[in-house]
């Protein structure tokens, strides 16, 4: 089964940045890698995401501050924080989906959750 393990997640001042990571297990193929986030009593929005062509769209909440990049063949995904406000203080979530080699069963993978306060 395909499993996603993330890092980087902390206590940050605002205006500060964090860089979080995710590695995927398991042989598949990428169609695209994303991060969501969930902040405290709200929904789960999307944050970020990129193809595995490269494309990338990120919320208007975070456009010029978050830059989302990743490496298909290493199965990682990674989103630099910069310039973090106290609203972007929420759980952050990696998602990969892509399909399973020879049985191109659909792939939709999280990882576990990774916590990013940002306070004074």
């Known amino acids: 089964q395909v499993q996603l393990v993330e890092s980087g997640g902390g206590l940050v001042q605002p205006g500060g940045s964090l860089r979080l990571s995710c590695a995927a297990s398991?042989?598949?193929?990428?169609?695209?890698m994303g991060w969501y986030r969930r902040p405290p009593g709200k929904e789960r929005e999307l944050v970020a995401v990129i193809t595995s062509g490269g494309s990338t769209n990120y919320v208007d909440s975070v456009k010029g501050r978050f830059t989302i990049s990743g490496d298909n063949a290493q199965k990682t995904v990674f989103l630099q924080m910069n310039s973090l406000k106290p609203e972007d203080t929420a759980v952050y979530y990696c998602?990969?989906?892509?399909?399973?080699?020879?049985?191109?069963?659909?792939?939709?993978?999280w990882g576990q959750g990774t916590l990013v306060t940002v306070s004074s």
């Open positions: 998602n990969v989906k892509g399909v399973k080699a020879w049985t191109k069963i659909p792939v939709d993978a």
């Open positions: 398991g042989i598949f193929s990428i169609n695209a």
